[in-house]
Antibody, heavy 125, light 107 residues
Framework: EVQLVESGGGLVKPGGSLRLSCAAS????????ISWVRQAPGKGLEWVSS????????HYADSVKGRFTISRDNAKKSLYLQMNSLRAEDTALYYC??????????????????WGQGTLVTVSS | DIQMTQSPSSLSASVGDRLTITCRAS??????LNWYQQRPGRAPKLLIY???HLQGGVPSRFSGSGSGTDFALTISSLQPEDFATYYC?????????FGQGTKVAIK
């Protein structure tokens, strides 16, 4: 069974940092692009960042570029999101999601066939 | 960035109803259009990929259609478990973007 389990969320002050993790199981982790997608309370879905299987290709949404860093450890079957200079507008439930239907012609894009349950990040003073 | 606009934003329906949700892209995305269902308090679930391909395990009452800029998700006979919010997503170009969602409520 494919499983993605996020952790590391919490309450942080504006300007602070947080590191999210996503532990994967039930599939060959090294074969897949993995992404972070977030959802602010009561709002819709927003793609945040994606990383290719060998970390050769990394993309970020403009809203987080320069502040967030995505990485993965294939030996540990884990995905990470280092979030720095956090703002109130980063408050959201952060999901990790597995990518399928990868296309590279117009950036690293895909659809998401499995999602974790999310970890909540709250940025507030 | 490609903008995705869903219609309607919300609707009320009854069990057994046939309903259609539409999604329009701000430019052509071929058939790189995907649909997700999100029940309250749950993670999104993939329903349809590539505009019309049913994800494994998804009931056949769900179907998708369209290409270019106009797409539709149809539920042929609404079931109690289908009351949820539905999102479209384009995977044509980065950044991949979602529609704002359509909430389906019980009438």
């Amino acid at each position: 069974e494919v499983q993605l389990v996020e952790s590391g969320g919490g309450l942080v002050k504006p300007g602070g940092s947080l590191r999210l993790s996503c532990a994967a199981s039930g599939f060959t982790f090294t074969n897949f692009v993995i992404s972070w997608v977030r959802q602010a309370p009561g709002k819709g879905l927003e793609w945040v960042s994606s990383i290719s299987s060998t970390s050769s290709y990394i993309h970020y949404a403009d809203s987080v570029k320069g502040r967030f860093t995505i990485s993965r450890d294939n030996a540990k079957k884990s995905l990470y999101l280092q979030m720095n200079s956090l703002r109130a507008e980063d408050t959201a439930l952060y999901y990790c999601a597995r990518g399928q239907g990868i296309t590279m012609v117009r950036g690293l894009v895909n659809y998401f066939d499995y999602w974790g349950q999310g970890t909540l990040v709250t940025v507030s003073s | 960035d490609i903008q995705m606009t869903q219609s309607p934003s919300s609707l009320s329906a009854s069990v057994g109803d046939r309903l259609t949700i539409t999604c329009r892209a701000s430019q052509s995305i071929d058939t790189y259009l995907n649909w997700y269902q999100q029940r309250p308090g749950r993670a999104p679930k993939l329903l349809i990929y590539g505009a019309s391909h049913l994800q494994g395990g998804v009931p056949s009452r769900f179907s998708g259609s369209g290409s270019g800029t106009d797409f539709a998700l149809t539920i042929s006979s609404l079931q109690p478990e289908d009351f949820a919010t539905y999102y479209c997503q384009q995977s044509y170009s980065s950044p991949q973007t979602f529609g704002q969602g359509t909430k389906v409520a019980i009438k």
